[in-house]
């Protein structure tokens, strides 16, 4: 096998130590004022956290949950166009395939699409507990109607 010797085109042995000295050359460049300024912007940006769904007071949550309830019909109609641009430029038969890869694929995006899979969790958990009320009732009744018989 055939080494290629990067010292004599006037680079390092290797790559990644050319690369590395740049950068080690331009640190070095920065005087002090530039250097702690950019070590003090590196700190806040790692150091800053996101805020989650539980660090939201619970009003908010419940008015987000209402208004995504309310907007999401446009907002996945809107993922609906950008799902079928995409699989235009892959495929152009219309079988049911493509339509179900179409809808599935705006459904992803749509879940993906800022906090949408939080306030759909909490609509589906919300559903959830009803159903289980709803199933609950009419099994009383029906217990209830078999011990009068």
Known sequence: MNDVDYTA??????PQEGRSQAVQDSIDGLNSHEFNKMNRIL????????????DKPFGEVINNTINFFGHSFDSYSEK???AETILRLQSK???W??????YTMAL???IRDDENIIYLGILMIILSVLI???????GYENTESSGKS
């Open 93 to 95: 038969d219309n079988s």
């Open 43 to 54: 700190e806040e940006h790692y150091d800053k956290t996101q805020k989650t769904i539980l």
């Open 132 to 138: 289980c009320f709803f199933n609950i009732s009419r």
């Open 9 to 14: 085109k006037g680079g390092s042995s290797r």
């Open 108 to 110: 992803i995006l749509f």
């Open 97 to 102: 395939v493509t339509s179900l890869q179409k």
């Open 80 to 82: 609906l166009i950008e």
